[in-house]
């Protein structure tokens, strides 16, 4: 065992029984095939962004928590090398990166959280908690230089400045001065959406005002601000007319809407264009009632593009999927971009207007694949035919086409599209130690839920099976809007748990990865689920049906079922240990809700009705603790935002009280994310000493104490 292992163990000791753990190797049920270490050794690319000239793209590089930005480009062979040189596992993020014009540089961001305003101290650094901050370095190399507290960093098109968010205020420097950055804009809401127009004379942003957001366009000549159209309703992704003296923006009515509950109708949303001299606009074009009237976003943080003969292109649902259309600048029928029973992930569109790239899971629905297609005409293409997954293209000026990759056994890695074929940026893409053989390919399945309707998963099977019957465990994402792939996935933490996943089917599990609904990559309605959420729970359904389908396999051993997953997968967690506890015998709760009226009363979003508040506990796993009577991991991250601890909390209180067997495992200034891969490693060691002591062979005498 390596000093890194040791120490992640030690870690979960000191919050867990450390009796129980140490004697969980030997209770395991199966001789791993690798070693947990070794299937998280590969680095994680992110991040993604192609040059807006010459032939060149760069990404993120997180190396067990090591984060640097690398950049292949065609001077040094289209081979990825690295520009920075942080050695820490110290929880900082890299994101938000940003070319020059000359392609000289790159701006991103740096923090412990990059999601927040409110700075993490995930590092427990005695000197505090560092804000987000915006930092630039020379594509050839050398010390990166902080520009000033902020994120979100533009280049103008001239490269003289590079302009960056602060909150309420837009500062502005120039690459390579010395000098601090000058306010440019002090606005009275928060401001984001940053972009400049093609002559770099214009400037528009967003600013969001709590209740509703509008565009503002600056004019660096004249220092005034202009207000296109303004509303009481939310305004994004401003875009630009080549010309610079028009821009679109999409605009989504101000509607309440509970939380986490099926929105499947409502006012309809539209597209705008206004005149950035004078501030009037006018709808180009609304969408239709009923399906698609409320907006859905691409999984792209823009949302509309404008081509060079005037056409502006966007995602819609008015078919039940999520597809692609343009329409006139000047108002007409729309144009059918993309059409199928398939979902558009992310898009991007070439420097000059004129292609389109775009991942989906066109004719293959548990995988995300590239496609191109002429902005103003023809047939989306695929980029190359495989049974890898390809995600979030980026465009060159040269019109390269790169993506991040992967495959069942493969962990993603940045690749550019050369003759029909994807082509590696990185050399090898994987270190020696990753066991790429010893990977399983994970099938799609479905099954009917309790309700009848088809349910979504992918089953990991062990390579090496026999005749006996195996424990199995079932793993919930997040979410809940996302969806699991057949291979490593493209966001961070997904890509974490299905290494871990591997692992557990190395050790001789079968594991079900359960694609519930209210995830994407299966339509409208299985997104926006009757009585989901709060509404009803809705949800149950598939995970009931997933353990009678468990149960069911004369390979799996329906006394030895285990069930995890993190954040809306731990309400899953709580809510399978609560209804169905005879059926779990164990399970691993991170960060999960337990209870959703004091959830959304403690992150601002009370429900109204005493009804309401009413339906939405009965849909809670606090509901039922009287039916609880499997042993449950508790992994909290102390400093979480977007599940507060208060919700572990509860639920540890209830397990106390109905004297039901728990562990906790708390971890300091750490947040939702966790930032630190020691901590996802800790959390990965702790579950998997877990389903070993409570899942294995020789299950132990006697469980942990109860607290």
Known sequence: MNQQSLSNRQLACAALSCGALLQSASVASHQAAFTLEQVMAAPY?????????????????????????????????????????????????????????????????????????????????????????????????????????????????????????????????????????????????????????????????????????????????????????????????????????????????????????????????????????????????????????????????????????????????????????????????????????????????????????????????????????????????????????????????????????????????????????????????????????????????????????????QLFLPQERGQSRHPAILFFHGGPQRQMLLGFHPMDAYNWMYALNQYFVSEGYIVLSVNYRGGIGYGHDYREAKDFGPAGGSELNDLLGAIAYLQARQDVDAHRLGIWGGSYGGLMTALGLARASDSLAAGVDYAGLYNWASFLASVGAPIASPEAVQRAIQSSPVATIEQWKSPVLIVQADDDRNVPSQQASELIADLRSHHIEHDELMMPNEVHDLTRFASWMTLFHATDDYFARHLGTKGLESGSETR
């Open 45 to 457: 690319p992110s991040e993604l962004v192609g040059s807006s000239t010459g032939n060149a793209v760069a990404w993120v590089y997180e190396t067990q928590g090591r984060r640097n930005i690398w950049v292949a480009d065609a001077a040094h062979g289209m081979q990825g090398r690295s520009i920075t040189n942080f050695t820490a596992d110290d929880g900082f993020n890299i994101g938000e990166l940003a070319w020059s014009h000359d392609g000289q540089w790159i701006a991103y961001t740096r923090g412990g959280s990059l999601e927040d305003e409110r700075p993490a101290n995930v590092n427990s650094s005695p000197e505090g908690p560092t804000p987000r901050e915006v930092w630039i370095v020379s594509t050839a190399g050398g010390e990166p230089r902080k520009l000033g507290v902020g994120h979100s960093a533009a280049f103008s098109p001239d490269g003289a400045r590079v302009v960056f968010v602060d909150k309420d205020k837009l500062w502005s420097v120039a690459p390579g001065a010395r000098e601090a950055a000058q306010t440019l804009i002090v606005d009275s809401g928060r401001v984001g959406s940053v972009t400049f127009s093609s002559d770099g004379r214009r400037l528009a942003f967003v600013s969001s005002r709590g209740s509703h957001s509008i565009v503002g366009v600056y004019e660096f000549g004249s220092r005034h601000i202009v207000w296109l159209s303004a509303s009481l309703d939310q305004d994004a992704s401003p875009v630009f007319a080549p010309g610079g003296t028009q821009l679109a923006f999409i605009r989504v009515p101000s509607e309440k809407s509970p939380e986490f509950v099926a929105h499947a109708s409502g006012t309809p949303w539209s597209i705008w264009v206004a005149d950035t001299l004078s501030g009037q606009g006018h709808r180009v074009w609304r969408a239709d009632a009923g399906m698609g009237s409320v907006f859905q976003p691409s999984l792209s943080e823009q949302n509309l593009y404008w081509t060079r003969r005037d056409e502006l292109i966007f995602p819609w649902e008015k078919t039940g999927w999520l597809q692609l259309y343009a329409v006139p600048v000047q108002g007409g029928p729309v144009r059918t971009i993309t059409t199928g029973a398939f979902e558009v992930a992310h898009l991007a569109l070439s420097p000059d207007q004129t292609h389109l790239a775009f991942s989906s899971n066109q004719d293959d629905q548990d995988r995300l694949h590239v496609w191109t297609v002429d902005a103003d005409s023809g047939t989306p293409v695929r980029a190359a035919s495989d049974n890898s997954i390809e995600d979030k293209p980026q465009v060159s000026a040269e019109g390269s086409v790169f993506a991040l990759q992967s495959s069942a056994n493969m962990p993603l890695h940045p690749v550019m599209l050369v003759h029909g074929h994807w082509q590696s940026l990185i050399e090898p893409p994987v270190p020696p130690m990753f066991p790429t053989d010893k990977l399983v390919r994970p099938a799609a399945v479905t099954f009917a839920a309790k309700d009848g309707q088809q349910a979504h998963a």
